[in-house]
C-alpha cells in the first residue's frame, strides 16, 4: 500500500455529478478543467466512472429522483474517497431551499468533506476546494492504512463477552 | 428470438453535463428507437415563484433555472412584468440588456462547439474553445461583477453601469475573439478527422425540422427559418446588425456552422451596440403590481424562450409558467437519432446543445 500513495495524492480522479443544479457551477468545473485554470496540472482528470475516482464533486440540492444515484455513485467510490459540495445549493438548497422536488443539500444523504460557497462558484474557488480535498484525502489515506491490533481487551457489554472492540486501530483507544 | 438490443446511455455518463437518461433500442449498431427520460433535475421553481418568492424576487429566482442562460430568463421575466407594470425602457437600459444577452449567447454556443469537439474525441479543440471562451467570461466578469449566474437585469433597469474602461475591455477582448472565431471557421470547415465525424451525421430534413417543432440552431441547421429576433419587436435587433443565419444540410457540421456564423452575427452586434450607446439613466422607478396577463417570448441560446406571467395586483404572482426550447425540441431530437449509428449519439446529443435544467425545472 505504501507504494500506492504518493501516487494517489498527486493524480486525484474526479467524479462529477449534477443532483439538480443550474448547470451554473457545472459549466465552471469545465473552465476549471480547461486551459485557463487547468486543474490538470494537479493531475484532477475528470472521469465518467465512480470506481476510478477519489474526488466526488457534487452540485445541486439533490432532486428528488437524483438522491438514489447520488447515494448509489458515492457508495460505489473506493475507499479513501473525498465528498466536495459545490455551489450553495449544495451545501444548504440556497435558492431552491423549501421547493416541493428538492432535498435540501446533499449532507442529508452522504459526508461532505469540502464545501465551496458561490453562486455559482467560480473555478478559483473550485480549485482551492480540489487542493484541501487533497488533504483531505491524504489524511483519510493514512487512517486507513494504519494497522489493526490483533489482540485486543475482550469487554463484557450488556453481560455478555464481547469481542467487538478487540479490533481497533493503533492508537484509536488510548486508554488502554 | 429477439432481434435487438437495448443500450442505455445515462442518467451519469462521461460525455453529459446532466442527468438525462436515454433507452436505444438498437439493431446491431443502428438505432431503431429511442426513449428519453428528462425529468432528473425537476426541482419546481414555478410553483416556488407564486408560493415563497415576491413578484420582485423572482426575477433572480428563474435565472436559477438555468445557469447558460439564465440572463435570458430573467430578461424574458422581467419584461413581462414590465409589460404588466405599463413600463417602457430607455433606449440605454434596451442597448445593455441586448449587449449581455448577446455575450451570453456566444460563451454558450462556444461552449456547445467545445463539447461537440470532446464528443467526437477531438479533446484538444475542447481545451481550445474553452481557452477562447475565457475572453468573454472575463468581459462578463468585469460588466457584471460574476462569471455565470450575474444577476444584471433587474426590474426598471439593470444593476450596472458601462465604463469608458469595460468598453475598451470589451473591445479589445472581442477582437481578439473574431480571430479565433475565423481559425475556427476555417478547422470545422477543413478538418478531416471533424468531417468525418460531423459531415452527414444526424440529419434533420426541413420538413422533419418543420413538422417536430426544432428551434434555434436545431431549426436554422436545417434551413428553417425561424428566430424570436427577428419575429419581435422588444428590442432593435434589425438596426444593430442582425441577420438570420440558415443552413440547408441539417447535420452536425450545419449545426456547428450555424453556431459558428452567429457568434460572428453576435460579435458584429455587440461591437455596434457598444459604439452607438444611447445616453441614459441605467435605472428607472418601475411603479405599482403586476395586474392582468403577458406574455413574452425572446430568443435564448438553443431556441425560443417563452414566459407567461399573470398576476392580480398583489405582491404574489397567480402563474409563471415557463416553456423551455430544449423541451419543444425533444420530439425532433428522437427523431434524428432514428437510423444513426450508436457510436454517434454522444456527438449527436451534444450537438443539440440540451439543457435538462431548463427542460425539467
Known amino acids: 500500500m505504501k507504494f500506492f500513495t504518493p501516487f494517489r495524492k498527486k493524480s486525484p480522479w474526479v467524479l462529477h455529478y449534477n443532483a439538480g443544479s443550474c448547470n451554473g457551477c457545472d459549466i465552471e468545473i469545465l473552465a476549471a ?9 494537479f493531475g484532477v482528470i475528470n472521469t465518467g466512472n465512480p470506481k476510478q475516482s477519489d474526488i466526488f464533486l457534487v452540485t445541486g440540492p439533490v432532486t428528488y429522483r437524483s438522491r438514489e444515484r447520488l447515494v448509489e455513485l458515492y457508495s460505489q467510490i473506493p475507499e479513501p474517497k473525498v465528498v466536495v459540495a459545490v455551489g450553495s445549493c449544495t451545501a444548504t438548497g ?83 | ?81 414590465e409589460k404588466l407594470l405599463g413600463y417602457v425602457a430607455n433606449d440605454r437600459i434596451k442597448y445593455l440588456r441586448m449587449l449581455m444577452v448577446e455575450l451570453d449567447r456566444i460563451h454558450s454556443h462556444m461552449l456547445c462547439l467545445a463539447h461537440t469537439a470532446e464528443n467526437a474525441g477531438f479533446e484538444a479543440l475542447f481545451m481550445q474553445i474553452m481557452g477562447d471562451r475565457e475572453l468573454i467570461m472575463d468581459v462578463q466578469e468585469a460588466i457584471s461583477g460574476n462569471r455565470v449566474q450575474f444577476d444584471y437585469i433587474s426590474i426598471g433597469g439593470v444593476n450596472r453601469d458601462l465604463t469608458p474602461e469595460l468598453v475598451a475591455l470589451t473591445h479589445k477582448n472581442l477582437g481578439l475573439l473574431s480571430e479565433k472565431i475565423d481559425a475556427l471557421i476555417g478547422l470545422f470547415d477543413n478538418n478531416w478527422s471533424l468531417s468525418l465525424k460531423y459531415k452527414g451525421v444526424g440529419v434533420l430534413s426541413l420538413e ?33 446588425g442582425y441577420t438570420m443565419i440558415l443552413e440547408s444540410t441539417g447535420d452536425i457540421h450545419a449545426r456547428n456552422f450555424v453556431r459558428l456564423r452567429e457568434i460572428v452575427n453576435s460579435i458584429a452586434m455587440c461591437r455596434n451596440i457598444i459604439e ?5 439613466e441605467i435605472q428607472e422607478k418601475a411603479k405599482g403590481k403586476p395586474n392582468g396577463e403577458a406574455v413574452v417570448r425572446v430568443e ?15 405582491n404574489m404572482l397567480d402563474r409563471v409558467r415557463i416553456k423551455t426550447p430544449t423541451f419543444s425540441a425533444i420530439p425532433a431530437m428522437m427523431e ?26
Open chain 2, 276 to 280: 452607438n450607446l444611447p445616453i441614459g
Open chain 1, 94 to 176: 440556497g435558492v431552491f431551499r423549501g421547493m416541493y422536488n428538492v432535498e435540501d443539500g446533499i449532507d442529508r444523504y452522504i459526508p461532505v468533506d469540502v464545501y465551496v460557497p458561490g453562486c455559482a462558484s467560480s473555478p478559483q474557488l473550485i480549485i482551492d476546494a480540489l487542493v484541501k480535498g487533497l488533504e483531505v484525502l491524504e489524511a483519510k489515506s493514512k487512517e486507513i492504512e494504519k494497522p489493526y491490533k490483533l489482540f485486543g481487551a475482550i469487554e463484557t457489554i450488556a453481560n455478555k463477552l464481547s469481542r467487538l472492540n478487540m479490533a481497533t486501530k493503533v492508537g484509536q483507544n488510548e486508554k488502554d
Open chain 2, 300 to 314: 435564448a441560446p438553443r431556441g425560443e424562450l417563452f414566459y407567461l406571467v399573470r398576476g392580480s395586483g398583489q
Open chain 2, 1 to 81: 428470438m429477439k432481434k435487438t438490443i437495448q443500450i442505455p446511455l445515462g442518467s451519469q455518463h462521461i460525455s453529459l453535463l446532466e442527468p438525462i437518461r436515454f433507452k436505444f433500442e438498437c439493431e446491431n449498431e443502428k438505432i431503431i428507437g429511442v426513449d428519453a427520460d428528462v425529468g432528473f433535475v425537476h426541482r419546481g421553481v414555478e410553483l416556488a415563484c407564486t408560493r415563497s418568492f415576491e413578484f420582485k424576487q423572482v426575477g433572480y429566482v428563474v435565472a436559477r433555472v438555468c445557469g447558460l442562460c439564465a440572463i435570458t430568463h430573467s430578461l424574458s421575466y422581467t419584461l413581462a412584468v
Open chain 2, 336 to 361: 434524428v437519432f432514428k437510423g444513426a449509428e450508436y457510436a454517434d449519439a454522444p456527438a449527436i446529443l451534444a450537438s443539440f446543445d440540451p439543457c435538462m435544467s431548463c427542460t425539467a425545472k
Open chain 1, 33 to 41: 478543467l480547461g486551459p485557463k485554470f487547468d486543474l490538470e496540472r
Open chain 2, 208 to 240: 422533419e425540422a418543420y413538422t417536430y417543432n426544432a428551434l434555434g440552431p436545431l431549426a436554422r441547421a436545417a434551413g428553417l427559418a425561424t428566430d424570436v429576433r427577428a419575429e419581435t419587436s422588444d428590442f432593435p435587433y434589425e438596426a444593430l
